[in-house]
């Protein structure tokens, strides 16, 4: 199914991010991990591209089995900086061949090598430009990236919600944000897109933080700010991995709460491949999501 038509069943959508083994690991490393996952209902499971070290290669292959051995929803992420116009459109006819219709359209960030070169009429600049070409191959459901606290190149988030209007406006149906750690960022955005006439659904991204490594890495990449309470935690228990592991999941079970509250159209975890992780959170608000296993609804 189209996620574009999930949003008009259900809300709020529950998804999980997952992304490729990285290289020299076979692709079926990530299988017990999507079996795992898979027995939380997820409304949808996405696979990230090239991000984080991971192949761009297996993208393709891992959302298949997503869809067709599990009859799951799967949403393929896919980069345009570093791929030429004829490789995205290779890319395209895979997807479409193995029916895969839901695509994560992003840019992509630059590269950290020197002397890289993807600019010229063969490459796109922008998701935008990426949106257009996807939209021009007919029925594929689109997602987008967008930023609470704004992307790191932009000067501000006035100018970061222009570009995302222009973007929304080539054809995308439903939007996920980067990871925020302070739901009222969430929602001073949504009102800010609101009042742009983005109308479209936007899933919230929530990351349990499993150690301080992780979250100085994350920080640095994203940008994103870390509130009071927040940082009291990783304070407290900096030197206790096991305890700064605990209050990690709680503050995201926190967060999903205030956000399911709040009335937000989806939450999408970022499961960093921890289906044990993601379980825990999953525990915490079945009954709110509304999603009983049969057992317990017997
Ligand atoms: P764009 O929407 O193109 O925006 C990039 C920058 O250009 C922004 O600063 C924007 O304001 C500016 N801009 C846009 N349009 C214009 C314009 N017309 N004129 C001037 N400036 C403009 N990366 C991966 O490599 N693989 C992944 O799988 C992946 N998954 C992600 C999933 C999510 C949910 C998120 C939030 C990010 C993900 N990323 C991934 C990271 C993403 O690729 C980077 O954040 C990248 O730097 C920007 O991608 P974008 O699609 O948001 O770019």
Not at 101 to 112: E, F, S, V
Not at 157 to 170: C, G, I
Not at 187 to 203: M, R, S
Not at 235 to 264: C, F, H, M, N, T
Request: aromatic fraction near 8%; glycine fraction near 6%; charge should be positive.
């Amino acid at each position: 199914m189209l996620i574009k038509d999930k949003f008009k069943n259900k809300k709020p959508l529950i998804s999980f991010e997952i992304f490729p083994p990285k290289k020299d690991y076979p692709v079926d490393t990530i299988y017990s991990t999507i079996d795992a996952l898979k027995d939380l209902r997820p409304d949808f499971i996405s696979v990230t591209y090239g991000a984080g070290g991971s192949t761009k290669d297996t993208t393709v292959e891992i959302a298949s089995h997503i869809r067709n051995k599990h009859r799951l929803s799967s949403l393929a992420h896919l980069t345009c900086l570093t791929s030429t116009k004829d490789e995205i459109q290779n890319t395209l006819n895979s997807l479409k061949k193995k029916g895969v219709r839901n695509i994560l359209a992003l840019r992509g960030d630059y590269p950290q090598e020197e002397g890289w070169d993807y600019k010229g009429p063969n490459h796109y600049k922008y998701a935008r430009d990426l949106i257009s070409q996807i939209k021009k191959n007919g029925d594929f459901s689109i997602g987008a990236a967008c930023y609470p606290e704004k992307h790191l190149e932009c000067q501000s988030l006035e100018k970061d919600l222009l570009n995302l209007k222009e973007k929304v406006d080539a054809g995308t149906d439903f939007l996920i944000t980067q990871l925020f750690f302070d739901n009222e960022i969430f929602y001073d955005f949504k009102e800010k897109t609101a009042k742009l006439g983005i109308d479209i659904p936007i899933l919230a991204g929530i990351l349990p933080v499993l150690s301080k490594k992780q979250i100085e890495k994350i920080t640095s990449l994203t940008g994103c700010s870390l509130p009071k309470k927040f940082l009291r935690i990783l304070d407290r228990y900096e030197y206790e991995p096991q305890a700064l592991k605990e209050a990690g999941i709680a503050y995201a079970i926190e967060q999903i709460i205030d956000l399911l509250s709040w009335g937000v159209d989806g939450v999408h975890i970022y499961t960093m491949n921890r289906p044990k992780t993601t379980r825990r959170i999953l525990d915490n608000i079945k009954t709110i999501r509304g999603v009983l296993t049969d057992e317990e609804a017997s």
